[in-house]
């Protein structure tokens, strides 16, 4: 694939210059994700679009390159991208998607061309998804085993979204602002009770020193997680929006199975008692809804979730009950 990729650099005419593609990795240009972005570059130039990746590990830093034009997109997470494009940022609701199923349904289902409209907000455009994995709550004190319990304790929140903040709020935890930098260490340090994050930061952010040997990790989604490539939609033609929306939800399964092994890895992951898996789902709808009125949701999306849940799962009470999201 990439000796093609050098055979088309040298036939391409010159006027063609390369769009730049950033991409923000907290482990820099190694990994899964840079290695999926090097194919699809590969993927790009054989449609004619050269594009040249560059890294970041500041995802704060990145989106303001994206905003004053020195990124043509950026690969970033759905809370980030939600600034540029609420619709498809709002798939990382709390609550929204229950299982990777329900994700690959949506994604699937967005790489429609009947859906490109919606895609696009302003001078953006959401040009693929992939999964990050579900957000699970790591805690560092198993007494702290239930939602009323929690209330009280500290939890970090990113601040760059106020769903997180309202969240915490809402159900009495005590946010501390933090950033996807230094969430891990404030964690690790015994500065905050309880994070969010998925298993894939569980080795690399060494979380396991904060779970310790006296926390958990809840085995209950609270969010799926996604990463989103958001372009600056006038550098690129709706052809290559679309090869490139259908490119991603491709690489599902892929993605996937590097999701599945960190999960397999996690230490001390366990669900919440039967008792207390209803009152959970119950914070996660109360919140979700809380943030729909709040205005921090797309409720186009909202309603999109609602009807792939229930096409997953068809059985749910919300199905029957003719409730709008």
Known sequence: MRNLAVLLLLVLPPSLSARTLCVFSLVGA????????????????????????????DERIAAEDLKA????????????????????????????????????????????PRLAASMRHGAYETAGILPLGAAYLHINDRAINSVEKMAGHTMAVFDNDRAQILMAEHIGVRPVLSDVSNFSSKFNNGVVDVIAAPAVAYRPLELYRGVG?????????????????????????????????????????????????????????????DKDRERYAEMMNESRRFLIEAGVYDKDMMRWLKKVRCKVSPARAECVNGGEW
């Open 69 to 112: 034009g020195l990124c043509d997109g950026l690969m970033m997470t759905g809370m980030r991208a939600r600034q540029f494009v609420p619709f498809t940022g709002s798939i990382d609701a709390i609550g929204g998607l229950h299982n990777y199923q329900s994700l690959q349904v949506l994604i699937e289902l967005l790489a429609d």
């Open 213 to 273: 040997l006296q926390g958990v990790v809840l085995k209950l989604t609270t969010v799926q997680l996604t990463l989103q490539l958001v372009l600056r939609h006038e550098r690129f033609s709706p052809e290559f929006m679309a090869r490139s929306r259908h490119y991603f939800s491709g690489q599902f399964d892929r993605t996937l199975k590097v999701i599945r092994t960190a999960e397999d890895d996690l230490l001390f992951f366990y669900p919440p008692p």
């Open 30 to 57: 190694q990994g899964e994700l840079w290695e999926q972005m090097e194919d699809y570059r590969v993927a790009a130039l054989q449609w004619g679009e050269p594009l040249s990746l560059r890294v970041f590990t």
